[in-house]
Nanobody, 121 residues
Framework: QVSLVESGGGLVQAGHSLDLSCAAS????????MGWYRQAPGKQRELVAQ???????DYGGAVRGRVTVSVDNVEKTGWLQMNGLKPEDTAVYYC???????????????WGQGTQVTVSS
């Protein structure tokens, strides 16, 4: 069973930092592009950051300059480093990645289970 397992969420004070991780679990042959999204109550899911299989990064406007996305294709794990957190960053954060299972030639999209980030003022 292939899946993405997130960790690192929690409660932090405004101005502090938090790191999230997303690890591919199961028989995974290849980790391709990875993205981080967030969804706050009553709002649509939005892009936070993404990194392509070639290492090209892109950031959502609300977080640009405050977050860094990275991925280790050997470890099949990605990270989202967030600095200068604000109360409006409070949301459930989801990772999304393109994984190729062992024995398959077909890359498929997967979502992590989500992790809550709460920023207090």
């Amino acid at each position: 069973q292939v899946s993405l397992v997130e960790s690192g969420g929690g409660l932090v004070q405004a101005g502090h930092s938090l790191d999230l991780s997303c690890a591919a679990s199961g028989s995974v042959f290849r980790l391709g592009a990875m993205g981080w999204y967030r969804q706050a109550p009553g709002k649509q899911r939005e892009l936070v950051a993404q990194v392509s299989s070639m290492g090209t990064t892109d950031y959502g406007g609300a977080v640009r300059g405050r977050v860094t996305v990275s991925v280790d294709n050997v470890e099949k794990t990605g990270w989202l480093q967030m600095n200068g957190l604000k109360p409006e960053d409070t949301a459930v954060y989801y990772c999304h990645a393109i994984l190729t299972p062992v024995g398959s030639d077909l890359p498929q999209p997967y979502w992590g289970q989500g992790t809550q980030v709460t920023v207090s003022s």
